[in-house]
């Protein structure tokens, strides 16, 4: 069994301070196997922003699979917006913008959605679909797959759809012929765990997409910041929701399991911390 975890919309500028401390701690103590950051180190793109970006990564375990979001690309700065939209980024978070880990369990592999000529959506370029798909071709049947992104492939009911990655049926159809599991992203600050059958009926092929809210922002969108913690084996997923107390420390709120037959994942069962299964820390 590998443990993930996953954060995102750090969003460093406008981060309460308070959380830094006790959410590195908790990561550590939950010792996992890789960190996921997918996107929004920033929030505005500023040199001092990424600076504190890179220190707390720092203090994170390694390996890291990180992947910059609509925020780290600078917004005022027309120049470096369209000529230069990840040079901070590159040099002061890293280099690799499609960053993977692989091992006999899982296989993970980051993209870059950010664009310079969108705002805030994001897209995935057939150039991409493709090298995600020569990632994954060939892996052993039994190691979950994942792709992480900035923006999402799915939605809670109250968002529009315009929040969708753009090609995001394209890139669903090739990577359900690889046999894609998981697919992590944030943007939303919004919690929520789904199945792709809704969004994306393709035969015999059901993946999970796990939203992450924003881990350390001010700018919680109504939900409190959290982050997720996967326990994945070849046929069983679990997704544990840590909140903030408003106390000085993350919690364990709720754990969603799934389970595999064949090529399409379903829930099991949902276990509430009040109901006195917490994972040890």
Do not use: C
């Amino acid at each position: 069994m590998r443990t993930i975890v996953h954060l995102s919309d750090l969003h460093f500028g406008r981060v309460d301070n308070a959380l830094l401390a006790p959410l590195t701690a908790l990561v550590n103590r939950l010792q996992p196997d890789v960190v996921v950051v997918s996107g929004d180190l920033t929030q505005r793109a500023r040199t001092l922003q990424f600076q504190q970006a890179r220190a707390f990564l720092d203090g994170l375990p390694a390996p890291q699979i990180v992947v910059p979001g609509n925020h780290d690309i600078p917004l005022h700065h027309l120049f470096n917006r369209f000529l230069r939209p990840l040079d901070k980024y590159r040099r002061l978070v890293t280099e690799d913008l499609a960053p993977s880990f692989i091992d006999d369990e899982i296989a993970i592999v980051g993209i870059n959605t950010a664009r310079s000529m969108t705002f805030k959506n994001g897209r995935i370029n057939t150039a991409q679909i493709a090298q995600v798909q020569q990632r994954f071709d060939g892996l052993d049947a039994g190691i979950t797959k994942i792709v992480v992104t900035h923006h999402p492939f799915d939605l809670p009911a109250n968002f529009d759809s315009k929040h969708l990655v753009g090609r995001a049926p394209q890139a669903m159809q090739a990577w359900s012929n690889a046999g894609a599991d998981l697919f992590l992203a944030g943007h939303l600050h919004a919690s929520v765990t789904a199945s792709t059958t809704a969004r994306y009926p393709i035969d015999r092929y059901a993946a999970l997409v796990v939203q992450a809210g924003t881990a350390t922002s001010t700018r919680g969108r109504g939900e409190v910041n959290s982050f997720n913690v996967l326990r994945i084996a070849s046929t069983r997923i679990e997704v544990e929701r840590w909140r903030w107390n408003g106390s000085g420390d993350f919690e364990h709120d709720v754990t969603e399991s799934f389970a595999r037959h064949a090529n399409q994942w379903s829930a099991t069962d949902a276990v509430s911390a009040q109901d006195g299964d917490v994972p040890d820390a």
